[in-house]
T-cell receptor, first 116, second 109 residues
Framework: GAVVSQHPSWVICKSGTSVKIECRSL??????MFWYRQFPKQSLMLMAT?????????EQGVEKDKFLINHASLTLSTLTVTSAHPEDSSFYIC????????????FGPGTRLTVT | GQNIDQPTEMTATEGAIVQINCTYQ??????LFWYQQHAGEAPTFLSY??LDGLEEKGRFSSFLSRSKGYSYLLLKELQMKDSASYLC??????????WGAGTKLIIKP
């Protein structure tokens, strides 16, 4: 159990375009979902925390107008990278936390974004 | 500020034992996680410690000392597939995960 999927697994887009990444919890309801970014040879960097039905909480330095997060249901959160630039190229990973006493996060497989 | 320290890289031999240390200074403590991450993949859960002591799970064990702000992950009978990065993360007083930079473990035959 506790499977999280992400789509797409990799995407290449042109500079200036927008890209949407989906994160789904397949066999549990996720009251909270997290979006991370990871550059090569670096650790995970939390971008934002989203709770179903409310606005996401962004970490300091993350532009909320550039990285749009929508947590429309208990099983789906989306991250849209708007007006993508080459420096946005990174590995984006989502995780989901069930609405239980456990604080373990279940990670999706990640999305490799390359902006040309 | 909040800080988690772990070695950047370690090398060990197949079949041997290796201990990866993690020290932390965080605002509050609600548990410590260890995750394994293979290159290009998402992290996978290994262990969670919230009380002092050793938790054993097969070839992997995790130890916690809250008074010392210290944890270690012990890997026994190393296999080549154990080559990966190992991430230490602490759940702070706001139940936010604070991540270490990860330790890259290289296993040599």
């Amino acid at each position: 159990g506790a499977v999280v999927s992400q789509h797409p697994s990799w995407v290449i887009c042109k500079s200036g375009t927008s890209v949407k990444i989906e994160c789904r919890s397949l066999d549990f309801q996720a009251t909270t979902m997290f979006w991370y970014r990871q550059f090569p040879k670096q650790s995970l960097m939390l971008m934002a925390t989203s709770n179903e039905g409310s606005k996401a909480t962004y970490e300091q330095g993350v532009e909320k107008d550039k990285f749009l997060i929508n947590h429309a249901s208990l099983t789906l959160s989306t991250l849209t990278v708007t007006s993508a630039h080459p420096e946005d190229s990174s590995f984006y990973i989502c995780s989901a936390r069930p609405g239980t006493d456990s604080y373990e996060q279940y990670f999706g497989p990640g999305t490799r974004l390359t902006v040309t | 500020g909040q800080n988690i320290d772990q070695p950047t890289e370690m090398t060990a031999t197949e079949g041997a034992i290796v201990q990866i240390n993690c020290t932390y200074q965080t605002s509050g403590f609600n548990g410590l996680f260890w995750y394994q991450q293979h290159a290009g993949e998402a992290p996978t859960f290994l262990s969670y410690n919230v009380l002092d002591g050793l938790e054993e799970k097969g070839r992997f064990s995790s130890f916690l000392s809250r008074s010392k702000g210290y944890s270690y992950l012990l890997l026994k009978e190393l296999q080549m597939k154990d080559s990966a990065s190992y991430l230490c993360a602490v759940l702070d007083s706001n139940y936010q995960l604070i991540w270490g930079a990860g330790t890259k473990l290289i296993i040599k035959p």
